[in-house]
């Protein structure tokens, strides 16, 4: 068996916008005299909320993020909660697009040097971090140009990757074109599917669209967990975040997909808002039975695919 403990313990799906330290925007909300919504508090405490409450709650903490210092802020609490639970790197998924054009709320410039002081400080502290551009799916592949239209121009060297995120309303296919031109420019193609999606989206995803990496899978079928292990596609899985947005796929099928061969690894997905760290998600597995093995296979995978480690 693998010693986990010679494979760093990596985050590997987590969102900016979704990562925020709830005290930090307790504290942010006050001083801008906001009422934190309803929906986030009672995710803070636990509790489920309809999909449209979670994106409430997710947009709320979004809306705070309109400084560089901002940025800073959470790029840091995402690496203190990483720490704070043994790990040693994540892979930060976030939407400049949505922040600076969509809402308008932030410079593009400004969000950047956020990101790059928070990274290069966790650096410091001995951490591993990159950042995935992730464009909203159901907006369509127009959209996701325009997300490389705003950010390849002078792109930071910590964003290694490109995603599709949000609710899968947009076919695959459709998507190949700005998949294309973000490898072209040298990035990692990831994508959000079965998730709130069907599992044919999955096979979809790899086929027609030509990821490289699937975001949380859940809804695949055998045949397309077949498909994942034979192209050794990871898969980012979230057990936290899965219970709370996707509470039908019961139960679990992470045993189901170690046991097909899929190479999935653990992520918290928005432990600001649905409240989680990489220890829960390892508690998480445990339940479902896993044992240390399997707990060592995801960890194994967790650090050999992890886009932060990679050159
Ligand atoms: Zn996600």
């Known amino acids: 068996m693998d010693n986990p ?47 449209a409450g979670f994106i409430e709650a997710f947009l709320f903490g979004a809306a705070l993020l309109d400084s560089r210092a901002a940025v800073r802020e959470a790029t840091l609490a995402v690496a203190r909660r990483t720490q704070a639970a043994g790990g040693l790197g994540f892979d930060l998924w976030t939407s400049p697009h949505f922040l600076v054009v969509h809402r308008g709320q932030i410079q593009l410039d400004a969000f950047w040097r956020g990101l790059e002081e928070g990274l290069s400080e966790i650096r410091t502290w001995g951490l591993h971090a990159c950042v995935v551009l992730d464009a909203v799916n159901h907006f369509g592949p127009k959209h996701g140009q325009a997300v490389l239209d705003l950010a390849l121009p002078e792109l930071p060297a910590f964003v290694k990757g490109f995603s599709t995120g949000g609710l899968e309303g947009c076919p695959f296919r459709d998507w190949a074109p700005v998949f294309d031109r973000a490898r072209a420019a040298g990035l990692r193609i990831a994508a959000h599917a079965g998730e709130n ?115």
């Open 5 to 51: 403990s010679v494979h760093p313990l990596i985050d590997r799906h987590t969102h900016l916008e979704g990562a925020l330290d709830p005290a930090w925007v307790r504290r942010e909300s006050d001083r801008r005299g906001l009422g934190v919504p309803a929906s986030l508090e009672e995710l803070w405490s636990g509790q489920a909320v309809p999909f």
């Open 197 to 311: 999606g069907p599992g044919s989206n999955v096979r979809d995803a790899v086929i027609e669209g030509g990821v490289s990496r699937i975001v949380h899978g859940i809804r695949a079928d055998e045949a397309t967990l077949d498909l994942l292990a034979e192209r050794g596609i990871p898969v980012d899985v979230c057990p936290s975040s899965n219970r709370s947005l996707a509470s039908d796929v019961v139960p679990h099928p992470l045993p189901r997909m170690l046991l097909a061969g899929v190479r999935c690894a653990l992520g918290t997905d928005d432990p600001g808002v649905i409240p989680c760290d990489m220890g829960t998600e390892v508690e998480a597995v445990r339940d479902m039975g896993l044992d240390d093995i399997a707990l060592a296979r995801l960890r194994q995978n967790g650090a050999e695919d992890a886009w932060c480690l990679a050159d």
